[in-house]
């Protein structure tokens, strides 16, 4: 059975947690109840995962710490899985929650880590909102999955869940002690170096092939350094010190809204970042701060395959910058659509997923100050993440969702990160922030609103104003 090893990457997520800063990604969304049939409750929720844990086995899977700093820590199997723990009711079947009560539920649940003595997630249960409708929370910690990945636990209690596909190569073993790990560390090294001599030996054999691929990932390394870890990030009162506290409040970007915004051009994540630049940019003027330079926004991408399942995290870093500094709605988002397609084009990610590759070389009392400084408000502002959600409309015990905010964790000394949603044409977008660093946080729905609007103002053909530039006056609807 192959052991299931955190990767540089995976652990960079544990090294990076603080009692400031919690690695955890999550989502809050809130379900209609059907007519048809039985009311949702606890115990119909927990008969539904415990029906599918076999589907997703690493939802059983707890972190063994390792003896004596011999390695990074691994995934082993809890023999002690309480799903009880796991899947929890936040009020009675029959309490009617209040939506400032649930912001104050989920909020008290994102502020507390994840337990490391258990498999690091948990769902939990609102079933009856004052509207009707119930609400579900969760939490993963990063170190187990990707955003996309975490996309996969959904599949616990989804009414009509993907086929399940099971990676062998995700097993775990059992709980090792310090003597047994020294040898299966000495048998992992032993495997690396054959993969080496391997790899040396198909070089030998196809020297053009390999100097080609040589050359191409130099480059694209050299690219991904240059343009994205070397450039200093710009001073910011968005870069604070954090406490402990978490809150997320949540903006909705209509079908209608998003398609007049979208008539002069422009993808949903782009006019997604170009909402953020102006809301952040309002933000900024109503402190008195005036930006003068764009922020430096680190961007995941998904390095998955299509075909490609299972935990771990497939993802690559980029940076963009951000146009907070242009006067003009068309501006930010024609100076966002360039930013864009230049990235595209770049090879960037493949460089910066190289990068933390190469983080696995370095000793491993010293990955811990690499990956924090990689993590400071020198190389970045905030971070913006872009998922993509189900396709078509999702369901859970017979109850449509409607809503869905992401949770995008925020490392030391970064007050608010940005989770966009894409589901049903509609853009949903998370602002989880320290609220006591970002009181203001809650300022940011209406902004996001005012831009949108904004944006929807200058019609299909008023093109996009360059360089900051006013675009041209539009009839207000």
């Known amino acids: 059975m192959t052991v299931r090893r955190l990767s540089p990457l995976d652990a960079s997520f544990l090294q990076l947690e603080s009692s400031g800063a919690h690695m955890h990604v999550g989502w809050s969304a809130v379900f209609a109840v059907s007519d048809d049939h039985a009311r949702p409750t606890l115990a119909a929720l ?8 076999e589907d997703l086995p690493w939802c059983r899977w707890r972190l063994q710490r390792t003896p004596f700093g011999l390695s990074e820590p691994r995934w082993v199997e809890d023999r002690n899985f309480d799903l009880a723990a796991h899947v929890r009711g936040l009020a009675d079947d029959d309490e009617v929650v209040s939506y400032g009560r649930l912001g104050e539920l989920r909020d008290a649940l994102l502020s507390e880590p994840t337990d490391q003595a258990r498999p690091p997630w948990q769902v939990c249960f609102i079933p009856r909102l004052q509207d009707g409708r119930f609400a579900l929370l969760g939490k993963i910690h990063h170190s187990l999955v990707d955003g996309i990945a975490a996309l996969q636990i959904v599949n616990l209690v989804l009414d009509d869940p993907p086929p399940p596909r099971r990676p062998a190569s995700f097993a775990t073993t059992s709980e090792q002690g310090a003597a047994a790990w020294a040898i299966d560390e000495l048998a992992q090294l032993g495997r690396t170096g054959i993969g080496a001599i391997r790899g040396a030996v198909g070089g030998a054999t196809r020297p053009r092939a390999s100097a080609r691929a040589v050359l191409r990932d130099a480059g694209r390394l050299l690219s991904a350094a240059r343009n994205d870890v070397l450039p200093r990030a710009p001073d910011s009162s968005l870069n ?4 402990e506290r978490r809150t997320l409040v949540g903006y909705h970007a209509s079908r209608s809204d998003l398609r007049a915004a979208r008539a002069g051009g422009g993808t949903l ?3 997604g970042l170009a909402l953020v630049a102006g809301a952040l940019r309002a933000l900024s003027m109503r402190r008195g701060e005036p930006p003068s330079t764009p922020l430096k926004v680190m ?12 935990p771990g995290n497939r993802i690559s870093m980029v940076y963009v910058q951000l146009p907070v500094h242009l006067p003009s709605p068309a501006g930010r988002l024609e100076a966002t659509r360039a930013e864009m397609h230049a990235l595209k084009a770049s090879g960037r990610p493949e460089g910066t997923e190289m990068l933390y590759a190469l983080g696995g070389l370095v000793p491993l009392p010293l990955r811990g100050p690499v990956v924090r400084a990689l993590a400071s408000p020198r190389i970045f502002n905030l971070t913006i993440s872009q998922s993509p959600g189900p396709r078509g409309t999702v369901h859970v015990l017979n109850g449509e969702m409607q809503e869905v905010y992401s949770v995008v964790p925020i490392a030391a000394r970064h007050s608010l990160a940005i989770g966009m949603v894409r589901y049903s044409s509609q853009l949903f977008i998370g602002c989880y922030a320290d609220p006591q660093a970002l009181p203001e946080v809650h300022q940011l729905p209406a902004l996001l609103d005012a831009e949108l609007h904004a944006l929807a103002r200058r019609g299909p053909q008023a093109g996009i104003a360059g360089n900051g530039a006013q675009p041209p006056a539009q009839p207000v609807p």
């Open 46 to 53: 927990r008969r539904r995962v415990a029906g599918r844990l």
């Open 240 to 243: 604070a010190p954090i406490g």
């Open 269 to 271: 994540n782009e006019i």
């Open 299 to 310: 961007v995941p991408v998904s390095m998955r395959r299509a075909d490609e399942t299972g």
